[in-house]
C-alpha cells in the first residue's frame, strides 16, 4: 500500500511540475541491451564519439549508478514548438528552439527529488538528463511510454516523439509500469527512405557516424567530409528529418513549457544574419541555447558547409 502511495504521489508531482508522462520500471540489468550497443559500438557507428565508449557497465546497470537502486522513474517533456522559424534561414533542430533542456529539466528534477522527500521521507536518488551513461530511451521503453523506432526515437502512440527524456534512478520500492511490448512502426519505412544521409539501416541500426546531426554538433573537426556533399538539405545543428516525416508526429502538440520558447533569432534570423553574427553576439544570445554545444566556430563551419553546397 505505501508503495502504490509513493508511485501515486511521484506521478503527480511530475504532472504538476510540467512532465507529460511519468513511467517507473524496475531497476535492473539491461542484458539485451547490453548486446545491441556492443554491436553497435563495435560497428564504429559512434564515429568521433568516442565517450559513447565509456562506462560501458554504467550504461547497461542502473545499480552501477546507484548501488541501493530498487527502481527507474522516466520523465517526458514535449518540446514541440508552437511557432516555427523563418523558412528563409538555415535549419536548426526543433529541441534547440528555446533554452538549454538541460538547465530547464534539472531544475525540474531537483523540484522534484525535494517534494518527494517531503512526502515519502528521505531516500537515495540520483537524476540524469542526457549527460550520463543512461539508456534512457530503454528505460522509458521499460516504462511503458513508448517504443523505439526504426529512427532510434522514442515514440509515444499518442504524442509523438519530440520529447525530452529525464530518468531519475531511486532506492524507493515503486509500483512498476507495464513495459511497451508492442512496436508500432510495423511495416513504414518512411524515416529510412527521407533520411538525407542513409544513416537510418534496415536492420533496426542508426549508424550515428552518418548522422546529421553528429557532423553538426558531435563532430569537432575542422573540415566535414566530402562524401556528405549536398546532403544537409540546409541543416545547421541537428536534424528532424526522421522525426518530421514519422506518422506517428501527426499528434504532437505544441508544448506549454514558458523557457522553451523559441529565441526570437532562431525565428527570425536568415542565413545572411546568421553569416554576419560575431562571436560575441553569438555569446550574448546563446549563453543559455543547447546551440552552444557546437559553438561559435562549430555554427561557422556548418554554415559555410550548407553556402558552398547549396
Known amino acids: 500500500m505505501r508503495k502504490t ?3 501515486g504521489l511521484i506521478k503527480t508531482i511530475s504532472s504538476e511540475l510540467g512532465f507529460d508522462y511519468c513511467g517507473i520500471a524496475r531497476a535492473e540489468k539491461l542484458d539485451q541491451d547490453a548486446r545491441r550497443l556492443e554491436n553497435w559500438l563495435n560497428k564504429g557507428m559512434h564515429g568521433k564519439m568516442k565517450y559513447m565508449e565509456n562506462y560501458f557497465d554504467m550504461r547497461i546497470d542502473p545499480t552501477r549508478l546507484l ?3 530498487r527502481s527507474v522513474i522516466t520523465l517526458l517533456l514535449n518540446y514541440y514548438p508552437a511557432i516555427q522559424p523563418n523558412q528563409k534561414g538555415p535549419k536548426i533542430s526543433k529541441y ?3 533554452k538549454d533542456y538541460h538547465l530547464v529539466i534539472k531544475s525540474k528534477l531537483q523540484t522534484l ?3 518527494m522527500k517531503e512526502g515519502v521521507g528521505n531516500f537515495s536518488g540520483r537524476g540524469f538528463v542526457d549527460s550520463a551513461p543512461v539508456l534512457e530511451r530503454s528505460w522509458a521503453q ?3 511510454l513508448g517504443w523505439v ?3 532510434g526515437n522514442l515514440i509515444n502512440k499518442n504524442s509523438g516523439s519530440f520529447f525530452f527524456i529525464a530518468t531519475l534512478i531511486t532506492d ?3 509500483d512498476y509500469d507495464d513495459p511497451m511490448a508492442k512496436d508500432y512502426c510495423g511495416t513504414c519505412r518512411k524515416c529510412i527512405e527521407a533520411c538525407p544521409t542513409e544513416a537510418i539501416l534496415d536492420d533496426r541500426l542508426v549508424d550515428g557516424s552518418r548522422c546529421i546531426s553528429y557532423f553538426t554538433i558531435e563532430l569537432k573537426d575542422k573540415i566535414i567530409p566530402e562524401n556528405m556533399h549536398g546532403r544537409f538539405d540546409d541543416w545547421v545543428f541537428g536534424c528532424d528529418t526522421c522525426q518530421d516525416v514519422c506518422p506517428w508526429n501527426r499528434f504532437s502538440k505544441p508544448n506549454l513549457e514558458p523557457e522553451l520558447e523559441p529565441l ?6 536568415s542565413l545572411k544574419d546568421w553569416e554576419e553574427l560575431k562571436e560575441e553576439g553569438f555569446r550574448e544570445i546563446f549563453s543559455k541555447s543547447p546551440l552552444k554545444r557546437a559553438g561559435f566556430q562549430g555554427i561557422k563551419r556548418n554554415l559555410q558547409f550548407i553556402r558552398r553546397l547549396s
Open 5 to 7: 502511495t509513493h508511485t
Open 67 to 69: 548501488p541501493e537502486a
Open 96 to 98: 534547440a528552439y528555446g
Open 113 to 115: 527529488a525535494k517534494r
Open 142 to 144: 521499460r516504462s511503458g
Open 149 to 151: 523506432g526504426r529512427n
Open 172 to 174: 524507493l520500492e515503486l
Open 264 to 269: 526570437k533569432e532562431i525565428l527570425e534570423f
